[in-house]
């Protein structure tokens, strides 16, 4: 198809999981100026999990993932990476 082109993705914001913690300090202006601009520029980039093939990790951008789980929005936009992630307890 289009090789060089990023997996984009339409994602439940419940199926992502966070691989770090996301700075608590940033959420409010972050939700903030997503509220106020209506763009997300640069989607997070998340890869599946190979456990279950529904859930993604979140690789890159968590804070900015946290803020849209804070407005309660059912979806995302993401660039999925083509590897799957392995997720170590």
């Not at 903030?32 to 599946?48: E, F, K």
């Amino acid at each position: 198809m289009f090789p060089n082109l990023p997996d984009l993705r339409i994602l439940p914001l419940p199926a992502l999981i966070p691989h770090e913690e996301h700075d608590s300090q940033r959420t409010k202006p972050l939700v903030t100026r997503l509220g106020a601009d209506c763009v997300l520029c640069n989607p997070p980039i998340a890869a599946p999990l190979r456990e279950r093939y529904d859930h993604y990790v979140v690789l890159d951008s968590i804070n900015r993932v946290t803020a849209l789980q804070a407005m309660q929005l059912p979806h995302i936009l993401m660039q999925v990476a083509e590897t799957t992630f392995l997720f170590d307890d």
